[in-house]
């Protein structure tokens, strides 16, 4: 039961993701993937191509690799235990009162990221409108899903010494 998705920087701003309900799927293939070519957040609009339906945060995404030229993968993850320890975690975190999905999440990521992204290495965040939602960005996914697993850890010993 995977829920989430991954992207991976092509060219530009222009990015492979995940499809739509494609988290249980242990070994992606071409037919799991979308490119997205274009997005307009302001007008709500996305380009994409490929044998499967891009993610619905696939704008979320596509403004993380706006923010800096060197994110080159987004992972987006649901994990309750780093959702439930973002307050004791100190991480980031866009409203919860702005839904998964649409142009006000991908705006408040990119003001989150703005403000909060370290260049030298990823940055994880939270989506308090997305009930474990927890999003990773950095230069490649290894990067992204060795930070993940850190946070993971610290967030599980968080909740054994409360």
Known sequence: DGFGNISVRIHGHSFLISGSQTGHIGTLSLRDIAVVDHFNVASNQLSAFGLTKPSSESM??????QVSDDIG???HVHSPEIWRAIDSLNLPFTDQSIPYGTPQMASAVCQL??????HSR???FGMKGHED????????????TSSLLDCLNESLLTGLTR
Request: charge should be positive; charged fraction near 5%; proline fraction near 3%.
């Open 60 to 65: 979320t995404h596509g403004v993380c690799f």
């Open 73 to 75: 993968a987004v992972v």
């Open 113 to 118: 990221l703005s403000a909060n992204h370290h």
């Open 122 to 124: 990823p940055t994880i």
């Open 133 to 144: 939602g927890i999003v990773i960005v950095g230069k490649n996914l290894k990067s992204c």
